[in-house]
């Protein structure tokens, strides 16, 4: 059985998940924020590994964690997007993480950094689906584990996305929401990137154009 842990982050509020599966001591982190309460749970619920940290995109608030993870998972990969998503990790600009009183956040260099498979599982019989969903930023996806999809910053419920940082785009986020459109029908809840969970099948996307800008 497939599980998830949301813990919001103390830094930045956005979302970290830990996915598990009873039958396994690994789990995979999405997005790792604060880093303490994961090991606490992984302690608690006698989980062992880190198989991988799986990236939405690399705005440093979804990033800040994982050089704190690689330490004690120093063979754990890091997935991301594209070519653009390995360099959002090593460079404080691109992830916006110099311009914060928190200072500057750079991935370790010696991290193994892997660009999505087209084919992964989690587990044996459980795929992780990517859906390339460009818009908040060119790096960005919705991760797909059967009835979970993690969208990072694309889709927050009631929230307008936004496409004003560096490589957004609204004409892409347009394309992406028809992507996270077609995924309707079949009982997905969302995870998202910051606040509470909800189900895709009753959101309205638009309210990703709609609702005021922040």
């Not at 090991?39 to 006698?46: D, R, T, V, Y």
């Not at 889709?155 to 940082?165: F, G, P």
């Amino acid at each position: 059985m497939v599980i998830c842990e949301r813990f919001v982050n103390s830094r930045f509020t956005s979302n970290t998940y830990i996915i598990a599966c009873s039958e396994h001591d690994n789990v995979w982190i999405v997005d790792p924020g604060d880093t303490e309460v994961v090991f606490e749970w992984m302690q608690n619920h006698s989980k062992t590994i880190v198989s991988g940290i799986i990236l939405t995109h690399g705005h440093f608030d979804h990033i800040y964690g994982i050089n704190n993870l690689l330490s004690r998972f120093p063979s754990c990969p890091v997935y991301v997007a594209n070519a653009f998503g390995k360099e959002v990790l090593s460079d404080p600009k691109k992830n916006g993480s110099k311009y914060t009183e928190e200072g500057p956040i750079a991935i370790n260099k010696d991290a193994s950094i892997d660009i999505y498979p087209q084919e992964m599982e989690l587990w044996e019989g459980v795929p992780l689906k990517v859906h390339y969903t460009p818009g908040h930023s060119d790096d960005s996806v919705c991760l797909q584990v059967e009835g979970m999809l993690f969208t990072g910053d694309t889709l927050i419920k009631d929230m307008r996305t936004v496409t004003k940082l560096k490589t957004g785009s609204r004409e892409k986020l347009r394309e992406s929401l028809d992507v996270l459109a077609s995924l309707k029908g079949h009982g997905l809840m969302v995870y998202p990137g910051h606040e509470e969970l909800f189900e895709l099948d009753s959101y309205d996307l638009d309210n990703s154009w709609r609702m005021p800008a922040i």
